[in-house]
Nanobody
């Protein structure tokens, strides 16, 4: 059974940093982070595809502030979030896929999801 377990969500003030981690039960070519507010569509934040060399994708609103990384031995993916803003407040989900050629930031490309971890940024 595939499992994705997120951790690291917290409440911080604007300008602060958080580090989210996700541990997968096995290796996946694609690992990504998405976020969602109640009543809103899930938004792609960052992803990494390991098909030889790593390919990274970032959402426009986080490109200069967040960094995704993975440890293929430990089957973990980490999202380092810096310069957090109130608009970064959301439930953050880890996602995984075995899609050849990459998965990007399209939620439909990811069949496996974690339970989510809440990030709250106050002004």
């Amino acid at each position: 059974q595939v499992q994705l377990m997120e951790s690291g969500g917290d409440s911080v003030q604007a300008g602060g940093s958080l580090r989210l981690s996700c541990t997968a039960s096995r290796y996946f070519y694609c690992l990504g982070w998405f976020r969602q507010l109640p009543g809103k569509e899930r938004e792609g934040v960052a992803s990494v595809y390991s098909g030889g060399s790593n390919t990274y994708n970032y959402g426009d609103s986080v490109r200069d502030r967040f960094r995704i990384s993975r440890d293929v031995v430990k089957n973990t993916v980490t999202l380092q979030m810096n310069s957090l803003k109130p608009e970064d407040t959301a439930m953050y989900y880890c996602a995984a896929a075995d899609r050849g050629g990459g998965c990007g930031l399209f939620a439909a490309n990811y069949p496996y999801w974690g339970q989510g971890t809440q990030v709250t940024v106050s002004s």
